[in-house]
């Protein structure tokens, strides 16, 4: 969850954001090999993917969490934390096996440039990059503005961004084909001239949205959950198999050359 979404109460983890670690933690665990491998999270918000992967894959002996937005109050306390994980708002040094960009690239002004430094700094030779962003240009909404998104993407484009990044893909795909009605629905209604509430402008530093106000208790939050991971398995078997498959999210996983 990005740290300006993160509610100052106690909340439910979203069902989005749980089917969409199982997602990648599965990808992952496919693809990468080895022992004692150092992982980097960039944009790691409040470092629920982090503290899932290293959770999960026991090949990752380390991994940081890469955001500029911690403030010096959210670094000291996770200081004692799960010693696997580390957090900085500064910039790392050295290189890494695995770097992870989960919904970052749309908040970029200069993607391909940001691609391109990311695995150029990053990655150590032969190490894997794993990228998300929201698909469908033309969903693009006031929601994306609210989120600080300057783009959608189209799948094609993010496999050219790691193509130009100089970037072996070694997998790809969509995620969340079953969240593209609902969204696309908001999309036509906003359309027809339906005025947002402006909770929270775009930009601001705390902005509520539905991964944060979710409170719809552990069994519904569970049954969503399972239709979202149904999603997500349908989706996976339609990129293993390179079949046509729309999604809300479109993904790569890629390797330094």
């Not at 992982?39 to 969490?65: K, S």
């Not at 150029?120 to 998300?132: E, T």
Request: net charge neutral.
């Amino acid at each position: 969850m990005d740290l300006k979404e993160l509610p100052t109460r106690a909340f439910t983890r979203h069902p989005w954001e749980i089917a969409r670690a199982n997602f990648f933690l599965r990808v992952l665990g496919e693809r990468i090999t080895g022992r004692e491998l150092s992982a980097l999270d960039i944009g790691a918000g409040d470092g629920y993917f982090a503290e899932r992967m290293v959770g999960t894959l026991p090949a990752v002996a380390h991994l940081t969490c890469f955001d500029p937005a911690y403030s010096e109050t959210w670094l000291q306390a996770r200081a004692a934390g799960e010693p696997r994980l580390s957090f900085t708002a500064q910039k790392p040094e050295g290189r890494y096996d695995i770097v992870i960009m989960l919904d970052v690239l749309e908040h970029i002004d200069d993607d391909q440039a940001g691609l391109r430094e990311a695995a150029s700094s990053f990655l150590r030779p032969r190490g894997h990059i794993l990228l998300s962003v929201p698909a469908s240009e033309w969903l693009y909404s006031h929601h994306d503005e609210l989120l600080g998104h300057k783009r959608r993407y189209a799948p094609v484009r993010l496999r050219a961004l790691a193509n130009e990044a100089g970037l072996a893909i070694v997998d790809h795909g969509e995620l969340f084909a079953s969240l593209l009605i609902p969204r696309a629905a908001a999309k036509l209604v906003e359309m027809a001239g339906y005025k947002h509430p402006q909770q929270s402008p775009p930009g601001a530093a705390r902005i509520e949205t539905s991964l944060g106000t979710w409170n719809h208790g552990r069994r519904i939050t569970g049954m969503v959950t399972a239709a979202l991971s149904m999603d997500g398995a349908c989706s996976r078997i339609a990129s293993r198999m390179r079949l046509p498959f729309a999604g809300l999210s479109t993904w790569v996983l890629a390797q330094s050359r």
